[in-house]
Nanobody
Framework: QVQLVESGGGLVQPGGSLRLSCAVSGFPLDYYAIGWFRQAPGKEREGVSCISRSGASTYYADSVKGRFTMSRDNAKNMLYLQLNSLKPEDTAVYYC????????????????????WGQGTQVTVSS
C-alpha cells in the first residue's frame, strides 16, 4: 500500500527556517519521480520542487530558488524539504507526491501532477 506522510510544519516568523519530512512507504523512493507541492488558501496547488527517480534532474519553482532545498535519503525512504528565509507568501499546506510516469520533473511540478499524495502539513509564516 502506497503511503506518503508529511511532517515538520508549523508557525515560524519571517526569515525563519523549517524542515519538512515525507515518509514514503509502499515503493522505493527511487522508483518514481517525487516532489513537494503547496497550496495556499484560495490558490491553486503549485509545484515547489520535483526530482526524477534517478535524482539526476531536479526542478525548483522560481519563487523558492536559493531558499528551499530538497533532499532524499533512499536508505530511509525519506524525502525532505529545507525551507530557509521564509516569507509570509510561503504560507500554505505543503504536500509530497509521487508521479508514476512523469514527462519531465519540470512538467510534474509546473502541472502539479502526482498519482500518490500525502495529507499535507501546514506551514504558516507570520510575525
Amino acid at each position: 500500500q502506497v503511503q506518503l506522510v508529511e511532517s515538520g510544519g508549523g508557525l515560524v516568523q519571517p526569515g525563519g527556517s523549517l524542515r519538512l519530512s515525507c515518509a514514503v512507504s509502499g515503493f522505493p523512493l527511487d522508483y518514481y519521480a517525487i516532489g513537494w507541492f503547496r497550496q495556499a488558501p484560495g490558490k491553486e496547488r503549485e509545484g515547489v520542487s520535483c526530482i526524477s527517480r534517478s535524482g539526476a534532474s531536479t526542478y525548483y519553482a522560481d519563487s523558492v530558488k536559493g531558499r528551499f532545498t530538497m533532499s532524499r535519503d533512499n536508505a530511509k525512504n525519506m524525502l525532505y524539504l529545507q525551507l530557509n528565509s521564509l516569507k509570509p507568501e510561503d504560507t500554505a499546506v505543503y504536500y509530497c507526491a509521487a508521479d508514476v510516469t512523469p514527462t519531465t520533473v519540470e512538467a510534474m511540478c509546473v502541472m502539479a501532477q502526482g498519482d500518490y499524495w500525502g495529507q499535507g502539513t501546514q506551514v504558516t509564516v507570520s510575525s
